[in-house]
């Protein structure tokens, strides 16, 4: 796995939503992500380290059309050809900003499922602020988005779609249920790290939402299971290893789906 802000195309820098009930859903969040002796977020919803990686915003008019979910931002080459090769391939634009130049710097996309995206301009390393990674520095753990995660009926179409989207490369994870085997895929950035997943909605993976889950370690899962359903969510699916919660894919108040995991 990569941590956010990792610099170059395929990169995750950050991820945001535009929510009714604005207020409610930050303190849902403050509450659930903030937790543990030593916290990944601050109750303002920086991460530790005070970098703004996840954002909510007010679902004011300018936002009233994007979906309720939760949409990475993903560096890519060219913004505009990104964009381009969306709607080629039967996905859909929502929103395509310009400088005065006419120059692309950012798009909203819908891939051809209905899962909501951002891309940006990859990111010289030199302006990124470094976030730590908890699987190769413990001490220098940080609140991150560790993972991303999609789940659709025709994960071969999406490992196709994404790839020539935005430029990352697959490989396959083999996999079995009641059916038979099967393969899932990771995807990977331009510098070969793993960033994201795309699941066929069969299996462990059965009944997961066809939104990019953004993957969001936090200092004690049990503690913020517990204040998922205290602030009003709801917890879909949790996986344990050794007796403890290893895995989470929870619901906020107002709908919108991600995936916790420790820190």
């Not at 530790?48 to 679902?59: A, D, K, M």
């Not at 120059?103 to 899962?115: H, I, K, M, R, T």
């Not at 899932?184 to 059965?206: K, T």
Request: proline share 7%; aromatic share 6%; hydrophobic share 40%.
């Amino acid at each position: 796995m990569t941590a956010s802000n990792a610099p170059g195309v395929g990169g995750v820098l950050s991820a945001d939503i535009a929510v009714p009930e604005h207020k409610r859903v930050v303190e849902f969040y403050s509450r659930v992500l903030s937790t543990g002796e030593d916290p990944l977020w601050r109750h303002d919803l920086m991460n530790n380290l005070g970098t703004p990686i996840i954002g909510v915003g007010e679902r004011g008019e300018a936002y009233a059309d994007l979906p309720l979910q939760w949409m990475p931002h993903i560096q890519v080459s060219d913004v505009a050809a990104s964009a381009g090769r969306v709607l080629k391939e039967g996905g859909d634009e929502l929103m395509h900003h310009k400088d005065e130049r006419g120059q692309s710097q950012w798009a909203v996309l819908l891939d051809p499922n209905g899962a909501a995206f951002g891309v940006i301009p990859a990111v010289p390393s030199d302006v990124v602020p470094q976030t730590g990674d908890s699987s190769s520095d413990p001490a220098g753990s940080a609140g991150r988005i560790s993972w991303l995660d999609l789940t659709v009926p025709d994960a071969v179409t999406m490992r196709d779609f994404y790839q020539e989207v935005v430029g990352w490369s697959g490989r396959d994870v083999e996999m079995e249920d009641a059916g038979g085997r099967y393969a899932d895929y990771v995807l990977c950035a331009e510098d070969g790290s793993a960033v994201a997943g795309v699941c066929h909605a069969r299996g462990v993976n059965r009944g997961l939402p066809p939104v990019w889950l953004i993957c969001i370690p936090v200092g004690d899962l049990a503690e913020s299971l517990r204040h998922v359903r205290e602030e009003g969510g709801e917890i879909i699916q949790s996986r344990e290893s050794d007796g403890e919660p290893a895995y989470a894919v929870v619901r906020d108040p107002v709908g919108a789906c991600l995936a916790l995991v420790p820190g």
